[in-house]
């Protein structure tokens, strides 16, 4: 029951949102957490101690990238990832599949495994559940993922999700017993199931059986509707045993990230903080603050003047307005790293209202500050009704409790003149 | 004395220089500036649009060991997006606007990687100047505008720039106007040192809005220079009600005459002693004349000054440090302060130098030798990590040198070769800066081979570390007269040619195991023939790096 390598303990619980404390061998993150993707061994521009200083607990690896460059025999011929890139804290890789299906054209899924087509010389190429799992045992991170058979969730065929549902079972057990180093790294597996609440709880009653140290739910943040996205998070954090931690694949908008962390979620992952970072666009309060607009020329306020990370202690939107994304990559670097500053101190925030009893407090603040006209999207209540969180106050009478239409991305607003986006912006 | 040299210098300016040693014409110096010291010879930290390319401030900016003592920006670069208005807008210089506190900034007229004259023709009153935001003909009053608004430590007044291979007759029409561009600009100096000449002159603008600014202008200057008087006034009381954005500032007069010496010398007699100037800039030098042509030219120039002016006047040569070489022979004439495109272009993409820091090579002259290990050593000494540092590679066996066929010498390192897979050893053994501390040759290979940005950060932190170590090494060979002796030892580093790599090195290092492909690899380099073609192909550039060599996937 108890894996060797994580102890999960929840230190609070509020309604569903629960903080937590995650022992893994390099690290005791605190959850809920999001996780900076590092896809080639490092964070985009950011150095192993900015991370650190910015209070990131576990970062990520992409197993088909670090495959592909530099190997995971050569990873592990230098000590594993960690020692690599010298990360003295949490890491958690990917299956590969997913980066495989969603990157190269000719992916098929078999029950072998994903066959795809070598990007080198175009010959047929095959990753199976032990293959995966045998590159991560090289890349030797804290946790790593079972190899599982994604479909969008955007695919209109039952079927294929009912065969998608029953094979990703079928890995894990070929993922389990391929797993060398139990000790040291914790296997989750990836609960999937598409949209279909049967699929879901079928996929979930089948994975818990086998006892894994932790829980992922997969197949999200493709493209679904938020109305389907949320219900799909909600069934599956409360079908998930309370004592492990799940983790929401794909997530990185910072409202979906409070949104799953009131219906259960522990942890989360995404490129979007650092790659938007990159196209000039800072995570704030109030949604996102587009830098390139030449409403910034003159403003000397720093990026979000509630964050008191290094660059907001010392840039203005000014200087920003006139370097990012012009080809000066300090720039970029400075905007990822206000950016991941703040999904840090996003989760930080909602770990100490959890602690301290105030989440929903705590969570009407963030979405008053968020959407000051009242126009929280339908989806959002929707799932605050189902975390128990009452928006009183928060949600303009004009906009009806239910029944909007799913997703309805904020039109943009302005904040003192300053062009600030709302951020319940879609995918993409 | 420092103090008797200041009052003798200028009353109003609050930097001021003296030299501290010589040997031969290169001599060693201290500028003073409010925002602190710089020890001549420097190399002054490049920046683009005032950042950094690769290192965030204050952050990484201050890993750097031995520390930045200063930084270079290209005044045309705020020409526009930003321009003056919003900088005096934002009143903190371009020290506040661009979060570079406590550095000297130099204020030059180009960016030394890139030459943003020649594309169309100058005139008399306006030089043509092509920048991010397009072409700008720029006004000694459009250009001082600039230059108060950034409120730089120092500055180089403006200049007809033209190449080092411009026709006589262009090159006597450039010295003209960079000689009357001169006054103007010391007039514009002296008016912005003081606060009222500089609402004269902002009434004056406001009465004939220059181009460009537009109709808006008139209305702008009345908030701006309100806004002056928020930033300047709160602070210090009177005093400050008194002094105008340049009030601090050096003026570096630009020295023209293109690539040739005898206009080079008139140039200079013709402007060395005006009131006002307090240093000099060579201008136009680092455009394409053949490298050992520069030393005469510099000497043109600086030899037409009379000794007494260079005594208390710091010389900035903007364009010049391409390579530590080029450096050298700059310093050797006399140069006090350079901008660096060497981080920017040379070795910041993919080689980390090691060999400049001149510390264990046999071939050093016993003294020199001595003295700079022990120089190495105090740089490395209180920058001891304090986190656990990565285990060193084992050291190469003696004698046997640079691995030249991976484009190598005494000097630098290319670590886009694969010999640097799996070296766990920092960039260079014994380097105290942020990279060498925390991350491996290995690493920084995998970087550069995923063409990941922190690969630029972490070269850029070492070789901007190390650019900073060479120069307290010249420092120092400089004060103990022993200059000439060190430059021929660093020549003799650079002479190991870059031999290009028999193929079948290149084939054994791909296909050896991981444990010994290194010392394989060395070992076969250091003995094998040349092969000029295969050069580049040793080395694993960014088309060979798209190929997956090692993955585990299973063929089928
Ligand atoms: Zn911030
Ligand atoms: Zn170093």
Not at chain 1, 2 to 10: G, W
Not at chain 1, 19 to 30: E, G, I, Q, V
Not at chain 2, 524 to 531: C, F, I, L
Request: include cysteine; charged fraction near 20%; proline fraction near 7%.
């Amino acid at each position: 029951s108890d894996s060797p390598a994580l102890k999960f303990k929840v230190v609070a619980v509020q309604g569903r949102a629960r903080s937590s404390r995650m022992t893994l061998p390099h690290f005791t993150a605190h959850t809920p957490m999001f996780m900076p993707v590092g896809t080639q061994g490092s964070v985009k521009g950011m150095t192993t101690q900015q991370l650190q200083e910015l209070d990131c607990h576990v970062i990520l690896g992409n197993t088909y990238h670090l495959e592909n460059r530099p190997g995971s025999e050569l990873v592990d011929a230098m000590g594993g990832l960690h020692e690599l890139i010298n990360w003295p804290r949490g890491m958690l890789t990917d299956s590969g599949g997913f980066q495989m299906v969603s990157l190269l054209h000719l992916a098929e899924i078999t029950e072998q495994g994903v066959t795809f087509q070598s990007p080198v010389d175009g010959s047929a190429m095959l990753l199976t559940p032990e293959q995966s799992i045998a590159i991560q045992n090289r890349l030797g991170a804290d946790i790593i993922m079972a190899l599982d058979d994604v479909v969008p969730t955007t695919a209109n065929d039952p079927a294929r999700f009912e065969e998608a549902t029953h094979r990703t079972t079928r890995w894990i057990d070929r993922c389990i017993a391929a797993h060398s180093r139990p000790g040291e790294q914790n296997l989750f597996a990836i609960v999937q199931g598409g949209l279909d609440t049967r699929l879901r709880e079928i996929s979930m009653q089948q994975l818990v059986a086998r006892d894994l140290p932790g829980y992922a739910i997969g197949g999200l943040a493709g493209g679904e509707s938020k109305d389907d996205f949320w219900r799909v998070v909600s069934q599956c954090t409360a079908g998930l045993p309370p004592g492990k931690p799940r983790y929401v694949m794909g997530i990185g908008y910072p409202l979906d990230i409070v949104v799953c962390s009131a219906l259960g979620a522990d942890m989360f992952d995404s490129v979007y903080p650092t790659r938007t970072a990159r196209f000039g666009v800072a995570l704030v309060p109030e949604g996102v603050l587009k830098l390139k607009n030449a409403a910034h020329a003159r403003d000397f306020r720093p990026l979000d003047p509630s964050c008191d990370c290094m660059v907001c202690r010392t840039y203005s939107r000014a200087y920003l307005h006139n370097v990012v994304t012009r080809g000066i990559a300090s720039a970029a670097v400075l905007v990822t790293y206000h950016n991941v500053a703040y999904t840090q101190a996003l989760t930080r925030n909602m770990r100490r209202a959890i602690e301290e009893q105030r989440f929903p407090d705590w969570v009407r603040g963030y979405l008053g500050t968020m959407f000051p006209k009242g126009d929280v999207p339908g989806w959002v209540r929707d799932a605050m009704d189902a975390a128990g969180i009452s928006l009183e106050g928060v949600v303009a009478p004009t906009h009806a409790p239910t029944s909007t239409p799913a997703a309805t991305d904020k039109s943009a607003a302005t904040e003192g003149g300053a062009a600030v986006v709302g951020g319940g912006a879609a995918p993409g | 004395m420092i103090a008797a040299l200041a009052a003798q210098s200028m009353a109003t300016t609050a930097t001021h220089f003296s030299v501290r040693a010589r040997d031969g014409k290169a001599r060693c110096g201290i500028l003073t500036t409010k925002n602190g010291s710089i020890e001549t010879p420097a190399v002054l930290l490049y920046t683009r649009r005032g950042g950094p390319l690769s290192l965030t401030s204050p952050d990484m900016l201050a890993a750097v060991t031995p520390p930045v003592q200063g930084v270079q920006l290209d005044a045309m670069q705020f020409l526009e997006n930003p321009d003056a208005s919003i900088i005096r807008e934002h009143g903190g210089g371009a020290h506040g606007f661009l979060c570079l506190e406590g550095f000297p900034i130099v204020a030059s007229n180009r960016d030394p990687t890139m030459y943003e004259y020649g594309t169309r023709p100058s005139t008399d009153k306006e030089v043509h100047v092509s920048i991010h935001s397009g072409g700008h003909m720029v006004s000694p009053e459009r250009y001082m505008e600039t230059i108060a608004a950034l409120k730089p430590d120092l500055f180089v007044s403006l200049c007809d720039e033209v190449t080092a291979d411009t026709k006589p007759k262009r090159v006597a029409t450039a010295t003209k106007r960079t000689t009357a561009w001169l006054d103007a600009c010391l007039q514009l100096h002296a008016a912005y040192q003081q606060r009222q000449q500089q609402q004269q002159q902002e009434q004056q603008r406001q009465a004939d809005p220059p181009a460009g600014q537009g109709a808006n202008g008139a209305a702008e200057a009345q908030p701006s220079s309100s806004g002056n008087d928020g930033v300047s006034g709160s602070g210090s009381g009177a005093a400050a009600a008194e002094t105008g954005p340049l009030s601090d500032s050096l003026l570096l007069a630009a020295l023209s005459g293109g690539g040739q010496a005898a206009e080079r010398a008139r140039a200079a007699a013709a402007v060395a002693e005006k009131e006002g100037v307090g240093g000099y800039a060579l201008c136009g030098l680092g455009t394409g004349e053949p490298p050992e042509r520069r030393p005469a030219l510099i000497g043109a120039s600086l030899g037409a000054l009379p000794a007494a002016c260079l005594e208390r006047r710091p010389v900035f040569a903007p364009g010049l440090a391409v390579s530590p070489e080029e450096l050298l022979a700059a310093v050797a004439e006399g140069v006090d302060l350079l901008d660096c495109a060497l981080v920017a272009q040379d070795w910041r993409p993919e080689a980390a130098v090691t060999g400049a820091q001149p510390a264990a090579v046999d071939a050093s002259p016993a003294t020199s030798q001595a003295q700079a290990q022990g120089g190495a050593a105090a740089g490395a000494t209180g920058e001891s990590a304090p986190d656990a540092a990565p285990a060193l590679a084992p050291a190469p066996a003696p004698g046997l040198g640079p691995d030249v066929s991976i484009g190598a010498d005494d000097t630098k390192i290319n670590l886009w070769s694969t010999s640097y897979r799996l070296d766990k050893g920092p960039l260079l053994p014994g380097c105290g800066c942020f990279t060498c501390r925390r991350h491996s040759r290995a690493y920084v290979h995998h970087l550069l081979n995923t063409h990941e940005m922190l690969a630029d950060v972490l070269l850029e932190a070492h070789n901007t570390s190390h650019v900073m170590a060479f120069c307290q090494a010249i420092r120092e060979a400089i004060s103990e007269g022993r200059f000439e002796l060190y430059q021929q030892w660093f020549s003799s580093l650079r002479a190991a040619p870059l031999v290009p790599a028999p193929r079948h090195v290149t084939s054994k290092r791909r296909a050896s195991g991981p444990p010994e492909a290194k010392e394989a690899a060395v070992a076969a380099g250091a003995s094998g023939e040349a092969g000029a073609e295969e050069a580049a192909g040793a080395a694993e550039g960014p088309e060979a790096a798209g190929e997956p060599r090692r993955s585990k996937w299973v063929r089928v």
